[in-house]
T-cell receptor, first 117, second 114 residues
Framework: AQTVTQSQPEMSVQEAETVTLSCTYDTSESDYYLFWYKQPPSRQMILVIRQEAYKQQNATENRFSVNFQKAAKSFSLKISDSQLGDAAMYFCAYRSAGTSGTYKYIFGTGTRLKVLA | NAGVTQTPKFQVLKTGQSMTLQCAQDMNHNSMYWYRQDPGMGLRLIYYSASEGTTDKGEVPNGYNVSRLNKREFSLRLESAAPSQTSVYFC?????????????FGDGTRLSIL
């Protein structure tokens, strides 16, 4: 069975600085997808970034980028130029590849990010 | 542009009461999911529905039932609520047929069982 581990329950970053959130996963599959979701105090779950395992190039979305190390089964999220609005809980998620809805998501336990003014 | 709508947003129940949480999506998604979120546990899958007419157990299905009423709606029922079911419940949906599409989440239902 697949597992997702986020070893940092809480992180802090100074506004305008850069922070990296860690995520590791375990799987025997070769094809899968990885996601980072953000959950602000409003409780919404907002997709931040996604990565296809078959792509070697790391995904980027504006100030958000990932460092995907497939061999090490690591998927960290880097937030550059941190803003107060980035303060939230961040969840790493894994999903097997395939088009069927039977492919379930596995979520990590989350990292709470605090942004200091 | 509603997306995934959950009702109610908050509910307090007494132990033993029953309750149905409603979820509807307007994105024509095939797959729908129910999660619970507890402190330090992340999101855990309760039940999911790969397509209209099908439902399957997730990681923590005990004490719950679901109904995929039609393509839009996927309800979660607590037949006899227990304090251990105090949690925040999220419904999500996803299109299938395109591999890398993420789940879209509702805003959650905060449920307290006294």
């Amino acid at each position: 069975a697949q597992t997702v581990t986020q070893s940092q329950p809480e992180m802090s970053v100074q506004e305008a600085e850069t922070v990296t959130l860690s995520c590791t996963y375990d799987t025997s599959e070769s094809d899968y997808y990885l996601f980072w979701y953000k959950q602000p105090p409003s409780r919404q779950m907002i997709l931040v970034i996604r990565q296809e395992a078959y792509k070697q190039q790391n995904a980027t979305e504006n100030r958000f980028s990932v460092n995907f190390q497939k061999a090490a089964k690591s998927f960290s999220l880097k937030i550059s130029d941190s803003q107060l609005g980035d303060a939230a809980m961040y969840f790493c998620a894994y999903r097997s590849a395939g088009t069927s809805g039977t492919y379930k998501y596995i979520f990590g336990t989350g990292t709470r990010l605090k942004v200091l003014a | 542009n509603a997306g995934v709508t959950q009702t109610p947003k908050f509910q307090v129940l007494k132990t033993g009461q029953s309750m149905t949480l409603q979820c509807a999506q307007d994105m024509n998604h095939n797959s729908m999911y129910w999660y619970r979120q507890d402190p330090g546990m992340g999101l855990r899958l309760i039940y999911y529905s790969a397509s209209e007419g099908t439902t399957d157990k997730g990681e923590v299905p005990n004490g719950y039932n679901v109904s995929r009423l039609n393509k839009r709606e996927f309800s979660l029922r607590l037949e006899s609520a227990a304090p251990s079911q105090t949690s925040v419940y999220f419904c999500a949906s996803r299109t299938t047929g395109v591999n890398n599409q993420p789940q879209h989440f509702g805003d959650g239902t905060r449920l307290s069982i006294l």
